[in-house]
């Protein structure tokens, strides 16, 4: 330990007063001879950056950060962010500052506007990696408590000798039980690669690290160099061991979440076919165009927040889904006066008419937005991931579980609850019988193709966040909901639920074993003979409803 | 939504409604042929998908050759006769290809044909061309183990983007393992095998090596990107090698933003991934991932400044992006040009003979030459994926003094094809046997 701990005191204190990470990272250097000391002066490395070498950047960044000068910290993260500068003729190197103020980046001085010749120092991958290093020992200290997670985080990762001495310091004065423990890991990690370490530290190292049980512990420990003494091997083998048993039994609670979540999605797709298909009865093979209408509505409701209203961005969803029930339902009401009511009880020509419109209704959306995939962005809310033991959990595929269950219930509930849902179940149970009880039958068709197609709009809302936005999209799920419906039991809401996380489910395990395009396979080769066994579904409709 | 109703109308208009199926079949599968033009104009067929799965990439190639014709009839046209653009649709549908192929030879009386974007469409054409006798210009990359007297290949084999990535990643990268991950048809296949044995040939270890193929237009990635990282976690470098095709690399690519892995951690190395396809993702979590081709739009050479200027006066849309196959029609239509002239004939047989040795400027600031075997000089280069969309050229160091490196039609790293070689000018085959020194000696 080279640290006075006096030193340290004070930096602790200059932490909670004021925060400033620069002024406190030269503190802690100076307090540290040695570590600083390397060839040329702080202006020489800097103009390293104008070389326009990746490796020369690469020296200059490893050189910064233990240089202790306070520009060290503002150069490399805007080397990271895209905002460093250099001019090839002068050398000289300057900064972009978030408000748009130009520093020049060897003292600091607040220059003008940038030299003409300036353009970007380029970065490449080695670089990144090598910036995230320096970085993450150069904010170990940092106020923020998730900076200083990350930064141990990248610390351990990169597992450099040189930040042994700040992850004590910044050890020292934690208080923070997440940022600590990620602390310590990482300081586990430095030593059990430090050539010089005793063996008793790296076989504490070890159960620390084994303590993390992560995928990046495991990597860490397979890493290990070969050179190690026998017991430190010993006791890293049966760390992963440990680990990789451990993780095996995540990734099955894992695959359980990936099937939910690819059920939820084959749910969301099949849902409103099962109102069309299922219920009236009608080959729609024009189903999967109304979720991509949906689609596509989203998309231009995106579209019109971006020009018009960039901060209600996040809310682009929630206003898309209501309306492309309206657009897809509107469709399909027009469709279902226009065509599909002249062809009820033919069900050869429904199948024919039905896909000859969606191959209409595609090249329509092709000729109006383009064959390319249109972007659709993910709010804020939806992007990103958070972990529940060994396992990630994305967020988009958690909102559209959760979506995919409300639209089920509200629609469920519709169907029981509403005097349309009344109406519809009477006119496909009975047509004739409700027709004469008063109640307009070809109305409620109308209706329930409406319903039906609107959701498949809904559908489409959702799933323009995680698959293209293209003329092709709803052909990629006509046969999957298809599937589903029949698997489920045509004309049964909870058959289409249980049917679709069956599915999910049985896929997602099948992959891992069989491989995507096998899996597929064998799913389709299951259904089949369980259609043999069973040719109503999972659930059949008894009784003398069923009409033939 | 306006015109969906309006396509609707259609339908509604028949008086039997299953009519409207029929019309909907005639829509989805309609061509556009112009009207015959006088006669002394010089055809050139365009057969590239305007529906169907591909269209997203194929439109693209049809507008470019539009363009390029366009500006060759402002400069006079071709031996004095100016060329006319021969439009045809085969709708994604491979059978189609070939159909439509004929169309063009026999009754279009095409002189020759750009098109074609998957090898199925390839291999179905290549009958046609053959018995037809006529020429094909083929712009898109693909898996090479192929020469054929009929076919000029523009688009990069595998010694001109698959291996050169592969040494990209290893000598900057250090990478030591390896994902293999592609979608299940004839070019992943065949450019996997190829990249097997290449590693192998360098001393990975086949534990090393992890081979994945999908379906077309795959969506659900998670228990893929899931295998990716877990393998990725074996304390060895690890970088992903992506054939994966079309669509299904935007859902691909959400999935390993949305799981957090960054390129710093496993790289994503894509043949496949250009500008177009990027046109329809947020690239901000992708950024550092890479790509390799043999053009990138970002290359500031002032043939391609000017090149991409033309193409935005001629779509008449600032935003349009340009991509490596379309360099590759650039050069082609050029150097079908040149023949011609050389030859002063439209005659197929002498522009087949003349196309060989016939030198381009490419976009990028070096001069391609069609070789022997068909294929011609490229440069490669290595593009990371930018915020913005765009790439960020990261090999060679200065793009514009690439060196260019000539397509190799068989592969050297294959049993079988190693001893074949591809010569149409001395050897005038297509699968010559160094060994048995026999032409005809197909072998995989």
Not at chain 1, 6 to 30: K, N
Not at chain 1, 61 to 72: D, E, I, K
Not at chain 1, 236 to 257: E, F, H, R
């Amino acid at each position: 330990m080279f640290f006075n701990s006096d030193v340290l005191r004070h930096v602790a204190g200059r932490i909670r007063r004021a925060g400033a990470i620069l002024a406190l990272s030269i503190t802690m250097w100076s307090g540290c001879p040695g570590i600083a000391a390397h060839a040329g002066s702080f202006e020489d490395d800097v103009a390293l950056f104008a070389a326009r070498s990746f490796a020369e950047s690469e020296t200059a960044v490893t050189h910064l950060q233990v240089s202790g000068n306070p520009l060290a910290y503002p150069i490399i993260s805007a080397l990271k962010d895209g905002r460093l500068y250099a001019e090839d003729d002068s050398k000289k190197v300057f900064i972009k500052a978030a408000d748009g103020k130009i520093i020049d980046a060897a003292n600091g001085r607040s220059v003008g506007a940038l030299p003409d010749g300036a353009s970007v120092v380029r970065l490449n991958n080695r670089l990144r990696r090598t910036i995230d290093a320096a970085l993450g020992s150069l904010t170990l200290l940092s106020p923020n408590v998730s900076v200083r997670v990350r930064a141990a985080q990248s610390v351990f990762k990169s597992h450099e000798e040189s930040s042994l001495a700040p992850l004590d310091a910044a050890l020292k004065n934690e208080s923070n039980d997440a940022a600590r423990k990620a602390l310590t890991a990482a300081r586990a990690a430095v030593i059990l690669f430090k050539a010089d370490a005793s063996e008793a530290d790296k076989l504490d190292a070890i159960t620390i690290i084994k303590a993390r049980g992560d995928q990046e512990a495991l990597a860490l420990l397979s890493g290990l160099p070969g050179d190690m003494s026998p017991a430190v091997a010993r006791a890293a083998t049966a760390a992963m061991t440990s680990i990789k048993g451990n993780l095996a039994l995540w990734s099955t609670v894992q695959n359980a979440w990936y099937g939910l979540s690819l059920g939820s999605v084959l749910l969301l797709a099949a849902i409103g076919l099962a109102i069309t298909f299922g219920v009236m009865g009608v080959i729609n093979m024009a189903h999967g165009e109304m979720v991509m209408v949906g689609a596509y509505t989203t998309f231009v409701v995106q579209e019109t927040i971006r020009t018009s209203y960039p901060t209600a961005f996040d809310y682009s969803l929630l206003i898309a889904v209501p309306l492309a029930f309206v657009v897809a339902g509107a469709i399909g009401v027009l469709i279902e006066r226009t065509i599909i009511r002249f062809l009820y009880g033919r069900p050869l020509e429904t199948l024919l008419a039905t896909w000859g419109l969606s191959l209409i209704l595609q090249q329509a959306v092709r000729t109006i937005f383009g064959p390319n995939n249109r972007e659709v962005g993910n709010p804020s809310w939806m992007s990103g991931a958070f972990d529940i033991g060994q396992m990630t959990i994305t967020y988009n595929r958690l909102w559209i579980l959760c979506f995919a269950l409300t639209v089920f219930i509200i629609l469920l509930a519709m169907l029981r609850f509403t005097r349309l849902g009344l109406e519809m179940r009477a006119v496909t149970q009975n047509r004739r019988m409700a027709a004469s009880m008063g109640i307009a039958t070809s109305r409620v068709d109308a209706l329930t193709f409406g319903l039906g197609s609107g959701i498949a709009g809904v559908a489409g809302v959702a799933l323009s966040q995680i698959d293209n936005v293209s003329p092709n999209l709803g052909q990629s799920y006509i046969i999957d909901s298809f599937m589903v419906v029949v698997f489920g039991g045509v004309g049964n809401l909870w058959g289409t639920l249980i049917g679709a996380f069956t599915l999910g489910i049985a896929n997602k395990f099948l992959e891992p074993v069989a491989g995507a395009v096998l899996g597929k396979i064998a799913i389709l080769v299951l259904i089949i003979l369980f259609i043999q066994k069973r040719p109503r579904g999972l659930f059949a409709l008894k009784g003398r409803a069923v009409d033939a | 939504m306006t015109l969906s109703t309006k396509s609707l109308s259609s339908g509604l208009l028949s008086r039997r409604t299953w009519l409207a199926a029929v019309a909907g079949l005639c829509l989805g599968f309609s061509t556009f042929t112009p009207a015959h033009a006088a006669d002394d104009t010089i055809k050139v067929g365009i057969l590239h998908s305007l529906s169907g799965t591909m269209a997203i990439s194929e439109t693209t190639l049809k507008d470019v050759m539009l363009m390029l014709i366009d500006e060759q009839n402002k400069k006079g046209g071709v031996l004095g006769r100016k060329l006319e653009a021969v439009v045809v649709d085969p709708a994604s549908n491979w059978p189609l290809f070939a159909e439509k192929a004929r169309e063009l030879i026999t009754k279009d009386k095409v002189s020759v044909v750009f098109g074609c974007w998957t090898s199925v469409s390839r291999k179905s054409v290549l009958p046609v061309f053959k018995e037809l006798n006529s020429i094909l210009f083929y712009p898109v990359q693909y898996e090479g183990e192929e020469s054929e007297r009929n076919v000029f290949y523009t688009g990069a084999a595998p010694n001109q983007q698959a291996i050169p990535a592969v040494d990209y990643l290893m000598k900057e990268e250090k990478v030591k393992r390896w994902v293999l991950a592609g979608t299940d048809y004839v070019y992943p296949r065949t450019t996997n095998k190829i990249l097997e044995a290449y590693l192998k040939s360098k001393g990975v270890s086949g534990d090393d090596i992890m081979i994945n193929y999908t379906p077309f237009g795959h969506s659900d990635w998670q228990t893929i990107v899931s295998d990716i990282k877990k393998f990725g976690s074996a304390g060895k470098k690890t970088a992903v090698v992506s054939t994966i095709n079309g669509d299904a690399n935007v859902p691909f690519y959400k999935e390993l933003g949305n799981q957090g892995i960054k390129a710093t951690d496993i790289p994503v190395v894509a043949f496949s991934v250009g500008e177009e396809e990027l046109a329809g993702i947020d690239t901000k979590p992708l950024v550092g991932h890479l790509a390799a081709w043999n053009y990138f739009e970002s290359i500031k050479t002032p043939a391609n400044l000017a090149f991409i200027k033309e193409w935005h006066a001629f779509t008449n849309n600032p935003k349009r992006t340009t991509n490596d196959p379309m360099e590759a029609h650039y050069i082609g239509f050029n150097m079908w040009v040149k023949a011609v002239e050389k030859a002063k004939s439209f005659d197929p047989d002498k522009v087949i003979e003349a196309l060989p040795g016939i030198k381009q400027a490419n976009l990028t600031g070096g001069i391609s030459e069609m070789l022997p075997n068909h294929h011609i000089t490229k440069p490669v280069f290595i593009g990371e994926i930018q915020g913005d969309g765009q790439f960020n050229i990261v090999s060679p160091d200065d793009p514009t003094k690439a060196k260019l490196v000539p397509g190799d039609a068989w592969s050297d790293y294959l049993e079988g094809s190693k001893d074949l070689e591809a010569d149409w000018v001395t050897l005038k085959c297509g699968n010559y046997n160094k060994v048995t020194k026999k032409c005809g000696g197909q072998a995989s």
